[in-house]
């Protein structure tokens, strides 16, 4: 049994939580009716600015034609590839530093660099490269975030607890053991909060990447609308970019969620 302090305590919570999800809700709301009370007004151009109304109407005739389900397709498929990408070869990467430490030392400033450059910079070198393909949109995607992935779970790696690792050499254990059997299930739960924040930025490589080469996606689907001076297509696409990273957010959130349920059993 619960005290009635203990109740007060969980009913206060969940009323607090009711509160900011309403304060949430009616945000999004008022800003929505201002942005079409503006339009109807003609306080801002809605040619320029568009308007909820106008956005809805161009989505619907888009799904009509498929047209916005095609180019939401190709951006998420690119994204979900890129973000693969950029888990495997971040890990795989962090663990060559953590196995080696003379490696660590020769390529750390390498990856600083490279995770503060700007990667817009490096989108038009891509297309030399690779040419005006897919290929350089997931290249685009894979370094906005590698760098910075492998860089967190290296130092994730390196503040495993010394004596735990002390205690498997003790017990005969070998460097792979350590590996396998504390380095990596030991830090499982900041891989996945490591992708909590690589999503994100995969899909910000993706778009960069749909910017300079692409043939679809919503990415290119900004760029065509923004040069026919078709407003209406480039913020519905930055309204479904805006659903789909929070989906995605989500969902990385929720696998969390289970794998910090299911280490805390």
Known sequence: MMSDRQLAFIRQAAR???????????I?????????????????????????????????EMAESHTIFYHVGVTLGET????????????????????????ARVLEPYLVVLNSLPKTALAP??????????????VAAVSVAVFSTTITLYNTFQEMDPGKIKMI??????????????????NVPAIISAMKVDIGLT??????????????GLGYLIIY????????????SIVILCLISTGLYLLISLLEKLCLKHYSV
Do not use: H
């Open 125 to 138: 070198v891509f297309i030399v490269w690779l040419g005006n393909n897919m290929k350089t949109i997931i």
């Open 16 to 26: 607090q939580k009711r509160i900011i999800l309403g304060l949430r809700l009616l």
């Open 225 to 236: 609308g923004s040069q026919v001076f078709k407003l209406d297509y480039v913020l519905l």
């Open 169 to 186: 050499r003790t017990l005969g254990g070998q460097k792979k053991d350590i590996l396998c059997k504390l380095i990596l299930p030991g």
């Open 80 to 103: 979900f590839f890129s973000f693969f990408l950029v888990i495997v070869i971040g890990i795989l990467l962090a663990v060559l530093l953590w196995w080696n430490e003379t490696v």
């Open 203 to 216: 899909l910000v490589g993706v778009i960069i990447g749909e910017f300079v080469a692409a043939k679809a």
């Open 28 to 60: 999004f709301v008022l800003f929505i009716a201002l942005w079409e009370i503006s339009t109807k007004l003609e306080w801002i151009d809605s040619f320029i600015f568009s308007s909820p109304s106008r956005i809805l109407f161009c989505f619907l």
